[in-house]
């Protein structure tokens, strides 16, 4: 039988997903390694990274063949895990390495570093997990997107809990219509915890630690000193770095709504947010993203919304201390009275609201199962049972052996992506609506 190079079989994959980019195509992998595995490799070892480790390498047909953090600490953690890796420092450094030689990888960083590698490995015809958000600036999301496509790569953004029962039902419930046509989606958080003035500090310049390669870790991001206020977790809250709340759990609230309604590559027509005032110097204003905000984006219609114009909310941070009793930040207060009717009794700290012409669904960030409220008073649906699913890791090392597309893949959580970071660009301009050309993906 007549060999086919990787090199020819990727230019074939390419062209058939020109014609289907978002169907699920026959892995693209080399399979390197003596036992025929996937031969994966890590950007990022420590956090949420060691959780992805974890969970990939708890397949038993990949091979983690090599690992990269910028930290040596975490790094040496991982090494012990999978003692027959090899090691990096700097990630692109390894892609140029490790591309032949690897089939998948996985980046796992701070937001502000993700594009950056996300691209560079499907440019090489690598299949890839990221971590969400997949980016963080706005326009690399329709370039990852177009990308993706392009290689036919496998793909899935690490909204881990999609393949929770709780978020599976959910969707479930939205695809089966059991709330009727979708009329509006409430999304929220109360942020867990009241953080105090002192985590919104400007941090002092202090010498980076041996362990860390710090310019390795700023990446694209303007050079600023090293300070303790960064790495290893706090990131998060820096508008350089970070993707605010909403860029991290706004994306595992708003998933189920997104897959469950069928949305696809849908685009809002305008969004606009409202901030609370923290108090900050305008220094602060400039280098942290709100603690409180809520924003409404306006989406054209959709089939679950009988192709009706729908708008979806989010609010968050309405339990921090200094905004505590304020209304506009808050859920409305009718959906205290539907939750009073359901099995939760009240609203959960963390969850969703969609309102149906025929009742609402009601369900919580991992946890217990959705419920129905039907307007009619009548008894509501049974909890949809989805069946058994594989972690949303091993979704994606399925995929990438026997084919298929996983299920937060690129081609519609890009989309996705790019809706909360069209919500960070109103969070950056309070009160001004903005409008958004979805079909060309720039703001008109």
């Not at 949420?48 to 040496?76: F, I, T």
């Not at 709100?290 to 114009?309: D, L, M």
């Not at 609010?315 to 009717?341: T, Y």
């Not at 009619?376 to 989805?386: C, F, W």
């Given at each position: 039988?007549?060999?086919?190079?990787?090199?020819?079989?990727?230019?074939?994959?390419?062209?058939?997903?020109?014609?289907?980019?978002?169907?699920?195509?026959?892995?693209?992998?080399?399979?390197?390694?003596?036992?025929?595995?996937?031969?994966?490799?890590?950007?990022?070892?420590?956090?949420?990274?060691?959780?992805?480790?974890?969970?990939?390498?708890?397949?038993?047909?990949?091979?983690?063949?090599?690992l990269?953090?910028?930290?040596?600490?975490?790094?040496?953690?991982?090494?012990?895990?999978?003692?027959?890796?090899?090691?990096?420092?700097?990630?692109?450094?390894?892609?140029?390495a490790?591309?032949?030689?690897?089939?998948?990888?996985?980046?796992?960083t701070?937001?502000?570093?993700?594009?950056?590698?996300?691209?560079?490995?499907?440019?090489?015809?690598?299949?890839?997990?990221?971590?969400?958000?997949?980016?963080?600036?706005?326009?690399?999301?329709?370039?990852?997107?177009?990308?993706?496509?392009?290689?036919?790569a496998?793909?899935?953004?690490?909204?881990?809990?999609?393949?929770?029962?709780?978020?599976?039902?959910?969707?479930?419930?939205?695809?089966?219509?059991a709330?009727?046509?979708?009329?509006?989606?409430?999304?929220f958080?109360?942020r867990?915890?009241?953080?105090g003035?002192?985590?919104?500090?400007?941090?002092?310049?202090?010498?980076?630690?041996?362990?860390?390669?710090?310019?390795?870790?700023?990446?694209?991001?303007?050079?600023?000193?090293?300070?303790?206020?960064?790495?290893?977790?706090?990131?998060?809250?820096?508008?350089?770095?970070?993707?605010?709340?909403?860029?991290?759990?706004?994306?595992?609230?708003l998933?189920?709504?997104?897959?469950?309604?069928?949305?696809?590559t849908?685009?809002?027509?305008?969004?606009?947010?409202?901030?609370?005032?923290?108090?900050?110097?305008?220094?602060?204003?400039?280098?942290?993203?709100?603690?409180?905000?809520?924003?409404?984006?306006?989406?054209?219609?959709?089939?679950?919304?009988?192709?009706?114009?729908?708008?979806?909310?989010?609010?968050?941070?309405?339990?921090?201390?200094?905004?505590?009793?304020?209304?506009?930040?808050?859920?409305?207060?009718?959906?205290?009275?539907?939750?009073?009717?359901?099995?939760?009794?009240?609203?959960?700290?963390?969850?969703?609201?969609?309102?149906?012409?025929?009742?609402?669904?009601?369900?919580?960030?991992?946890?217990?199962a959705?419920?129905?409220?039907?307007?009619?008073?009548?008894?509501?649906?049974?909890?949809?049972?989805?069946?058994?699913?594989?972690?949303?890791?091993?979704?994606?090392?399925?995929?990438?052996?026997?084919?298929?597309?996983?299920?937060?893949?690129?081609?519609?959580?890009?989309?996705?992506?790019?809706?909360?970071?069209?919500?960070?660009?109103?969070?950056?301009?309070?009160?001004?609506?903005?409008?958004?050309?979805?079909?060309?993906g720039?703001?008109a």
């Amino acid at each position: 039988m007549k060999k086919t190079n990787r090199r020819t079989f990727l230019k074939s994959a390419a062209a058939l997903a020109a014609f289907a980019p978002f169907s699920g195509f026959p892995a693209v992998v080399k399979r390197r390694n003596l036992c025929s595995m996937l031969s994966h490799a890590c950007i990022g070892t420590g956090n949420m990274a060691w959780e992805d480790l974890n969970g990939l390498k708890a397949h038993k047909d990949l091979h983690v063949a090599a690992l990269c953090d910028v930290d040596s600490n975490y790094l040496a953690a991982a090494k012990k895990a999978c003692p027959d890796a090899r090691i990096y420092r700097n990630a692109l450094e390894m892609l140029a390495a490790e591309g032949d030689r690897i089939d998948s990888v996985n980046v796992s960083t701070p937001d502000h570093t993700h594009a950056r590698y996300v691209l560079d490995a499907l440019k090489r015809g690598l299949n890839v997990y990221a971590q969400k958000p997949l980016c963080h600036d706005l326009a690399d999301c329709r370039r990852i997107e177009k990308l993706a496509a392009e290689k036919g790569a496998v793909t899935q953004m690490g909204t881990q809990i999609a393949a929770w029962e709780c978020d599976r039902q959910t969707a479930d419930f939205l695809k089966r219509g059991a709330i009727g046509e979708v009329k509006h989606v409430w999304l929220f958080s109360n942020r867990r915890g009241k953080p105090g003035p002192k985590a919104f500090e400007l941090p002092k310049e202090l010498p980076v630690p041996e362990t860390l390669d710090w310019k390795e870790w700023l990446g694209d991001a303007p050079f600023r000193p090293y300070a303790a206020g960064y790495h290893p977790g706090a990131w998060r809250k820096w508008r350089a770095f970070g993707t605010s709340w909403l860029g991290d759990l706004g994306l595992h609230v708003l998933s189920p709504v997104w897959i469950g309604m069928e949305m696809g590559t849908a685009g809002p027509t305008s969004v606009v947010a409202e901030v609370a005032d923290d108090g900050w110097t305008p220094a602060q204003k400039e280098q942290f993203w709100p603690t409180v905000s809520h924003i409404t984006w306006k989406f054209p219609g959709v089939k679950a919304s009988g192709g009706k114009p729908f708008e979806v909310e989010w609010c968050d941070g309405f339990e921090s201390a200094a905004h505590e009793m304020e209304p506009r930040f808050m859920p409305p207060a009718f959906l205290q009275d539907v939750a009073a009717k359901s099995p939760y009794g009240k609203l959960p700290p963390q969850g969703r609201v969609v309102e149906g012409t025929e009742g609402w669904l009601l369900s919580t960030h991992f946890g217990p199962a959705p419920t129905v409220v039907l307007k009619s008073g009548k008894a509501a649906p049974g909890v949809p049972m989805s069946g058994p699913a594989p972690s949303h890791w091993a979704d994606y090392v399925d995929c990438c052996l026997q084919g298929g597309a996983p299920r937060s893949n690129f081609g519609w959580a890009a989309r996705m992506t790019e809706v909360t970071l069209l919500g960070n660009a109103a969070q950056a301009t309070p009160g001004v609506e903005l409008k958004w050309n979805a079909e060309k993906g720039v703001l008109a």
